[in-house]
């Protein structure tokens, strides 16, 4: 098996700045690999899933990696931006906590100290952690190429299983977050085996903005990993609760709509009916969460 | 394809010059190249925590690290903890607290140990359990661990004023 395997060859081209590394894309286009934390990429080599030519090591572009507030109210985030960063970043926990809570649950502190938004996102894996809170959030990602640059967001990011729509030319350089709505809040649970360094058996995040006045859900947005081949907006359920009362049978109405949306695996970590098992507890756990985070002092029946 | 980078990295205070292929990780050029086989080579995804060094300061799995990307930085392995053949705290207190079994996964808890105790030099339980979770034991049950940890925790801690 893979134990004793070594990385396979490759040419390293390190890079500078954004500019740079389109220009080597342009160049190399199919046979490069962007190199950035490298915990899901070098594991990959080493499995020989994939054996790129040249790797191209992002790691010195300094203008790639960073949190900083926009004119707008939103935030943009620095593809280079590793989780650690990310998670102990005051701008992202003071608005953003969803986004805080589901990269401090991702990996332990070695993984954390390396790994970066980025990657999370361009490995396009459906147990990856911050997508689901990114598409709750309404995240955008820029792409950005020698040809120009083009805005997608988040839940139109993956089209199949471990791809991404970004052309193989195509750099991930920015995540745009949008600024929140008053009386809004947001969180991620997920359900996995060892309760740390796991892969997510299942992962709900839910984003609510609740109207005070008649006590409903004003607008609700639901996002899942580990549910379908990619990560998922569930956008029956968020249409069961929007304009509804936070209540249990409504809460169960859209754990339905999830499991109805989710297109779970059966695999060894877990079989597709354990994970509507658990779709249908975290909905329910993740959206009241987002609603007491929303609006914590009111206090109607939970 | 160049088979050999020349590249230049600071381990525990002393500059080295090697020649190595591009493909090789930290923790190869650590172990093969210099024969430094404090941090060892496991499971090589991330999940153990045996192959960790330091680099610049922060905890890091060498086996998930190119080494032509440690170019320029700190790098801190076990085998610069001791400063003239006299045990580190951290070490000492993993010795008397029974800490140490086998010994293989040790390397790795003192070093995130020392980048835990850098960050916070007082940790509750839950945040040295916290700390910890990237690092597999299979001998101690990981209570004396704990134990060392705190013992190391407050002999370090800064004296008081009286």
């Known amino acids: 098996m893979s134990y004793l395997r070594r990385l396979p060859k490759f040419e390293y081209i390190a890079t500078g700045s954004i500019d740079e590394a389109c220009d080597l894309l342009a160049v190399h286009s199919k046979e490069a690999g962007l190199l950035a934390g490298g915990t899901d990429l070098l594991l990959q080599m080493r499995r020989r899933e994939t054996s790129p030519a040249y790797i191209i090591g992002l790691k010195g572009v300094t203008e790639l990696s960073g949190v900083r507030a926009l004119a707008d109210g ?24 969803v986004l805080a809570e589901a990269a401090a649950g991702i990996g332990g502190p070695e993984l954390r100290n390396v790994a970066t938004i980025g990657g999370n996102l361009a490995g396009a894996l459906p147990c990856a952690d911050l997508p689901p809170a990114l598409i709750a959030l309404g995240a955008k990602v820029t792409l950005k190429s020698r040809s120009g640059e083009r805005v997608v967001p988040v839940e139109e990011l993956f089209p199949q299983f471990g791809l991404t729509v970004a052309r193989p030319d195509e750099l991930l350089t920015t995540i745009q977050l949008p600024s929140v709505p008053s009386c809004s809040g947001g969180t991620y649970l997920k359900f996995h085996d060892r309760q740390s360094m796991d892969m997510t058996t299942v992962g709900v995040s839910a984003f609510v903005t609740w109207d005070e006045a008649s006590q409903v859900f004003r607008d609700v947005k639901i996002a899942l990993a580990s549910s379908a081949p990619v990560p998922m907006r569930a956008r029956k359920a968020e249409a069961v609760l929007r304009g509804r009362a936070c209540a249990d049978d409504v809460l169960e109405e859209a754990a339905a709509a999830v499991c109805e949306e989710a297109d779970p695996r059966t695999s060894w970590r877990a079989t597709r009916e354990f994970r509507f098992e658990l779709l249908r507890s975290l909905t329910k756990r993740a959206v009241r969460g987002a609603r007491e985070k929303a609006a914590p002092t009111i206090g109607d029946v939970l | 394809m160049k088979h050999l980078l020349p590249m230049t990295l600071r381990i525990n205070g002393e500059t080295h010059d090697l020649l190595v292929p591009p493909w090789r990780t930290l ?8 024969g430094l086989t404090g941090a060892k080579r496991s499971c090589q995804e991330g999940q153990c925590g045996t192959c960790t060094v330091l680099i610049d300061g922060k905890v890091v799995n060498s086996c998930l690290y190119l080494a032509v990307e440690a170019q320029g930085k700190d790098i801190q392995t076990i085998e610069g903890l001791a400063k003239g053949g006299v045990l580190d705290q951290i070490q000492k207190s993993f010795v008397q607290k029974g800490g140490v079994q086998c010994g293989f996964c040790t390397p790795g808890f003192v070093l995130a140990t020392k980048s835990l105790l850098n960050d916070n030099p007082n940790p509750s339980e839950d945040e040295i359990r916290e700390a910890m979770v990237g690092h597999l034991c299979r001998c101690t049950g990981y209570v004396q661990i704990i134990e060392a940890i705190q013992d190391a925790a407050s002999q370090l801690k800064p004296e008081s004023g009286n």
Not at chain 1, 86 to 96: C, F, G
Not at chain 2, 27 to 34: D, G, I, P, T
């Open chain 1, 74 to 97: 939103g935030l943009a985030i620095g593809a280079m931006t590793t989780i650690r960063a990310l998670m102990s970043s005051p701008l992202v926990r003071e608005k953003y906590g």
């Open chain 2, 27 to 34: 923790l190869e050029v650590l172990r093969e190249h210099l």
